[in-house]
């Protein structure tokens, strides 16, 4: 899948402009340390964390798009970094279990 | 007044006040009037060079002072076209231009006056300090002094021997803003080199929960790093406040964290555990009053028994 599915298969908004890209795999999580030691290399991190230390911690750990759940906003410091950063930036009104099962899904991963 | 107190600040704010003369921080070029000047000239003086307060001089040794307050008692009770002699305050407290600021602090505190005008050693007027002029000049020289702090650490980060990077980046606590961008650096400098990416994320690991560490915990501290071809290096050196029981820090779960900092997804107890797993050398002092110094080491070059 790329990060274009996540707009118009997963039925995420994007809140910055953004270039398609590959993703390699999906990581949910909303402590900081956690996606920093388990999130894969060119995967999309699904969390309610929206503030600009989400961004620097995706930008280390090789995050390409992050999924804000629950209809989260992004300050705006948050989108600055990610633009600078070249990280794509969603929302979803949908709960990071659904989420995660639809991204599972285009990513390929079948049932148990 | 000034918010700063002569007997406990922090040292390097009172090095700064005793350092600093009152010349470094005076308005110079007063404008002065002679003492047979009337109230309204003075007055015009005042609006017309925003001031509130001028020195009455002879041949140019301060005599004394006109302020606002004078001003308006004089329109008030209509004496506003006499001669400033008559109705100038005679009781002057004078600062010399060679004392310390921390004397025109104390002497804020002291006299309730908004100005003091300030003689050199023949005793001429040379200035005039206002309150506004101390805090406006300890914070230019404040930030002078964080200017030539910066350019030293620079100048530490020049080029070692060859092959070699050092860098040092101070990190401040409860920073989010710049949270991050020390670790980014490092991880720059290894793909840089080529370095391949598991060992980037390796030190990226290490680097950005040592950065989180001082941060959320410390008093404020140094992350440093050491590149060469066999190995990368990465030190977090804190002033503060230390840690009591190693072995709990070293506990997966255990924090200290307060509820905001982890609801910014921080403080899960995770930092030291993740460090320790990722490096291939870790080590861990502290003392509690004086600070914490954490060292990780990434072999760059693999070397026996190293972790996978």
Known sequence: ?112 | MIPIDPNASPSALLELIYRLKVKDIMTGQVKSVEKDTSLREIQRIMRENKVSGVPIVEDSRLVGMISVDDIIRALDQGYIDSPAAVHMSRKLVVLEDDMPVSFAISSFEKYQYGRFPVINRARELVGIVTSRDVTSGLLMEMNRSLEEMERVLNLQAAPGPIGQVKRVFLVQQFDYENAGRASTELKKILQDRGVDRTLQRKAAVASYELEMNLVNHSLGGRLIFHVDDEQATIEAVDQGPGIPDLAKAMTEGFSTANDWIRSLGFGAGMGLPNTKRVADEFDLQSAVGKGTHVKAVIHLKPRPGDKP
């Open chain 1, 1 to 112: 899948m790329t990060i274009a599915d996540l707009e118009h298969r997963v039925g995420c908004t994007a809140l910055i402009p953004y270039a398609d890209a590959e993703l390699s795999g999906a990581y949910t999580s909303d402590l900081l340390s956690d996606v920093m030691a388990h999130a894969p290399e060119g995967s999309v991190l699904i969390t309610l964390q929206g503030h600009r230390n989400t961004v620097a911690c995706a930008s280390l750990a090789g995050v390409r798009a992050i999924v804000l759940a629950g209809q989260r906003d992004a300050p705006e410091d948050m989108l600055e970094a990610a633009r600078s950063e070249g990280i794509a930036v969603f929302s979803s009104p949908l709960r990071q279990f659904e989420l995660s099962w639809r991204v599972a899904a285009l990513l390929g991963m079948g049932g148990v």
